[in-house]
């Protein structure tokens, strides 16, 4: 879905056909009516979306006294990176005043082992449903997917006990866990879909071969599918960093995520606001995504076509 | 498919089913049993912690009567009614706009795309940033002159929620822009062409032949923005927390706060019931219309 349109390129000429007359489409002209209101639009719609982020760059690097006084869209006189290393290192939680270093530590340890784990257990998961399909599966799996449209507050609670009684509510590990469990669906869903377009023949020559169910997922179907794995790699990234809800449910304070600390930074109703600090700490928080996004490109545009288009 | 040519037996796919353990369990244990255990506890009048004491209906009647949540679900009523018709729309715009073989078509989708890589915790807080009355847009249009100009969504009760709505298009329409551009590119340039020779104008071919074409693409993606919507949450909790007031409450953050600031598990448990009544009144007609026929067909 991702490929640049390339124009039906002209049929090739051949001697005699050359002079009968011009063939393959009238050259374009550059600067049309048609051109400049395509690209105006687009233009002023892409500065629209740009402006938040170049907000949110600006006041960050001002000081106080001149937010104070100037207004939010004009370029820093005197750039200083003083509210970046306060909103890392200092910026309060109630009596906690370590930055968002340690929300950023915490969702580091939250969401490398999240992902590990999450696509593991989906890619199996998946595998066994597009290979070794089994009589009730399909069961299964339809209510991971519809477990996957039900609004995550019909579940809270019964995960919250579920937790309290294997004693992991409140620490990174129940945290790891939930996000398993609800990045299941999802993933399943791709790793199914994925795996189910492989060739069949590969599978049947593994399994006359004599490869048994781990044999074939690692020798055969794992290296044959790096670029959806770099997919849900992606999609989990992005989706368990981006993280609230579970977060602020299911950790203690201690350990909340940098999603969870920096709105308790900005929203904080103690003290003196300071605005810089503020977009500091939310730009340092959505960096990380931001970085995955850049650097992905086509692969995240892939990843979310995947996530949405339906199996 | 596979079950047809192959035999199956039990002890053959034994290691298929303990692979399957996981998702068996998600399945059963959290999905559906936590659905229900949810459900019957709304039955119940627990409060700080779940007791069997069942009270009918009174936890619904209570829930209906509490402004708090009728004012939730106004906000999410015109909420996801905004948000289906501008994400759409402006969606499908921008999608026609780069499908029209222009140049930088990727640095523009780049643009377009980028806020949706971000949480909406980032997105509420840019735009509580943006729209504060005393430095942001309002305070720049009146030093520019216009000192009675009025625009401060978030601290008026009556618009609070379209300042919401704001912060949510701007993170949200990248991705339907992109379901729609693969959907128009999932169309056959033939139709383009025999369109273009009957002199049929741009327009006309998209709102009679290419929209009715990509039916299946739009109601994968209301389905998608649809559900998205129910959950909203973390936006509001950041860009308003709710206020002022209760002017910006919505369901998702009613039943947070119910279960774990109020200590008021009944209502939690009732209005995530209301919840899931709600997104099954949009889902089982999809699910009906879309897999439903295909079986038979």
């Known amino acids: 879905m991702a490929d640049v349109t390339i124009p039906v390129s002209a049929p090739p000429v051949h001697a005699d056909e050359a002079l009968v007359g011009p063939s393959g489409p009238r050259p374009r002209k550059v600067i049309s009516r048609r051109n400049i209101i395509l690209y105006g639009t687009l233009f002023v719609v892409a500065v629209y979306y740009l402006l938040p982020l170049y907000v949110m760059i600006v006041t960050s690097l001002k000081g106080m006294p001149e937010i104070r006084l100037g207004n939010i869209f004009s370029p820093p006189v005197e750039i200083t990176f003083q509210p970046w290393v306060k909103a890392w290192a200092e910026a309060c939680t109630g009596l906690n005043c370590e930055g968002l270093s340690r929300g950023f530590w915490n969702s580091v340890r939250i969401t490398v082992p999240s992902v590990v784990l999450s696509i593991a257990i989906a890619s199996v998961n998946g595998y066994a449903l597009a290979n070794w399909r089994f009589k009730g599966a399909d069961v299964f799996f339809t209510i991971l997917i519809f477990g996957a449209f039900i609004p995550y507050q019909v579940m809270l609670y019964p995960i919250v006990i579920m937790l309290r009684e294997i004693g992991l509510y409140g620490g990174l590990y129940g945290l790891i866990i939930v996000h398993c469990i609800f990045g299941m669906p999802i993933l399943t869903l791709l790793f199914r879909n994925y795996f189910t377009s492989l060739p069949e023949e590969l599978f049947k020559a593994a399994r006359v071969d004599g490869a048994g169910f781990w044999g074939i997922y690692f020798k055969i179907m794992l290296p044959m599918s790096l670029p959806i794995f770099v997919v849900a790699v992606i999609l989990q990234v992005t989706g368990i960093w981006n993280d609230f809800l579970f977060g602020v449910v299911y950790t203690r304070p201690d350990y909340y995520p940098m999603t969870v600390q920096l709105n308790n930074i900005v929203n904080s109703v103690q003290g003196v606001k300071e605005y810089n600090v503020n977009m500091a700490a939310t730009l340092l928080t959505g960096l990380v995504p931001l970085i995955v996004y850049f650097i992905s490109g086509k692969l995240f545009v892939r990843g979310i076509a995947a996530g949405a288009v339906k199996g | ?297």
């Not at chain 2, 906000?75 to 905004?82: E, M, Q």
């Not at chain 2, 005393?134 to 216009?146: A, C, D, N, T, Y």
């Open chain 2, 1 to 297: 498919m596979h079950e047809a040519r192959r035999p199956n037996p039990l002890f053959r796919n034994l290691s298929a089913k303990i692979a399957a353990i996981p998702m068996i369990l998600t399945a059963l244990v959290v999905f559906a049993g936590g659905t229900i255990w949810t459900i019957i506890y709304s039955f119940t009048n627990s409060r700080l912690l779940p007791r069997e004491n069942f009270v009918g209906l009174d936890q619904y009647e209570r829930l209906w009567s509490s402004s708090k949540w009728i004012i939730s679900i106004q906000n999410l009523l015109i909420y996801g009614v905004c948000l289906l018709v501008f994400s759409l729309v402006v969606g499908f715009l921008l999608a026609a706009l780069l499908d029209q073989k222009i140049r930088f078509e990727n640095t523009f989708r780049t643009i377009f795309l980028y806020p949706f890589a971000l949480s909406f915790i980032v997105t509420g807080l840019v735009w509580q940033w943006i729209l504060n009355p005393q430095f942001g847009v309002e305070g720049i249009v009146r030093s520019l002159g216009w000192t009675s100009f009025s625009f401060d969504p978030l601290y008026n009760a009556d618009i609070v929620i379209y300042g919401i709505l704001i912060a949510a298009l701007w993170q949200s329409t990248g991705l339907i822009m992109c379901l729609m551009l693969a959907g128009l590119r999932g169309i056959d340039e033939d139709i383009w062409k025999a369109a273009r020779v009957d002199g049929i104008p741009m327009w006309k071919t998209y709102a009679f032949i290419v929209i009715p074409m990509m039916r299946p693409v739009f109601i994968t993606t209301l389905v998608i923005i649809a559900s998205g919507i129910v959950k909203v949450y973390d936006l509001v909790v950041a860009q308003t927390g709710g206020g002022p007031g209760i002017a910006s409450e919505v369901p998702a953050k009613y039943v947070y706060d119910a279960m774990f600031l109020s200590q008021n598990l009944g209502q939690g448990f009732a209005a995530s019931t209301m919840m899931l009544l709600t997104v099954l009144i949009v889902l089982i007609p999809w699910a009906y219309l879309e897999f439903g026929g295909k079986k038979r067909g």
